[in-house]
Every structure is written in C-alpha cells, then in structure tokens.
Nanobody, 127 residues
Framework: QVQLVESGGGLVQAGGSLRLSCVASGGTFTRYSMGWFRQAPGKEREFVSSISRGDGTTTYADSVKGRFTISRDNAQNTVYLQMSRLKAEDTAVYYC????????????????????WGQGTQVTVSS
C-alpha cells in the first residue's frame, strides 16, 4: 500500500514562492508517475502538474505554466512542486497523487486515474 505525505504548505504573500514536498512509501517509487492537484473551497479538485516515471516528462495546467515546476528525486522517493509568482487564486489544498502508469498523455489530468493520495497541505496566498 502506497502512502503519500505532503508538506511545505503555508501562508505567503502574492508574488512569493513555496516548495511543496511529497514523500512516498510502501511501493517502488520509480514505477509510479506522480501528480499534484488542488482543491479550493466550493470547487472541484483540479489538475496542477504531473511527472512521468522513466524520463520525467512533465505536464502543467495552463494556469500554472511558467510559474510552477514539478520534479522528482527517485533516490529520496520524493516529488516536489516549486511554486513561484503565487497569486491569490492559487489558494487551495494541494494534494499529491500517484498512479502505476507511465504518466504521459491525457490520462494525467483526471483525478480518477490516480490510485493513491496524500492528505493534502494548505496553501494560502494573501493579496
């Protein structure tokens, strides 16, 4: 059973930066593609970014492209989300997720395609 634990959330002013981390345990990390999603109050969970297993192909939502960077450290079983130039509309609970798949193509966008989830970490951006 894969377990995911996020950290790094907090309160930051607009224009600032945060780095989220997600540590995985209970599985062979290199077999999984990883994703970040977020959910704001009253809204559906939405895709933020993903990174494939293997060559580390990355995918981003248009709303974060150019501001957020996803990366993974397979030696540390960790995936990161570096968030820069944060905006008030980035405020949400951020979730890490994993799936036993390559992690490329349109399937990366849907939360239903991810089998394992972390508990979430709150990111609040003040304007």
């Amino acid at each position: 059973q894969v377990q995911l634990v996020e950290s790094g959330g907090g309160l930051v002013q607009a224009g600032g930066s945060l780095r989220l981390s997600c540590v995985a345990s209970g599985g062979t990390f290199t077999r999984y593609s990883m994703g970040w999603f977020r959910q704001a109050p009253g809204k559906e969970r939405e895709f933020v970014s993903s990174i494939s297993r293997g060559d580390g192909t990355t995918t981003y939502a248009d709303s974060v492209k150019g501001r957020f960077t996803i990366s993974r450290d397979n030696a540390q079983n960790t995936v990161y989300l570096q968030m820069s130039r944060l905006k008030a509309e980035d405020t949400a609970v951020y979730y890490c997720a994993s799936r036993l798949a390559a992690g490329v193509g349109p399937n990366v966008y849907s939360p239903s395609n991810y089998a394992y989830w972390g508990q979430g970490t709150q990111v609040t951006v003040s304007s």
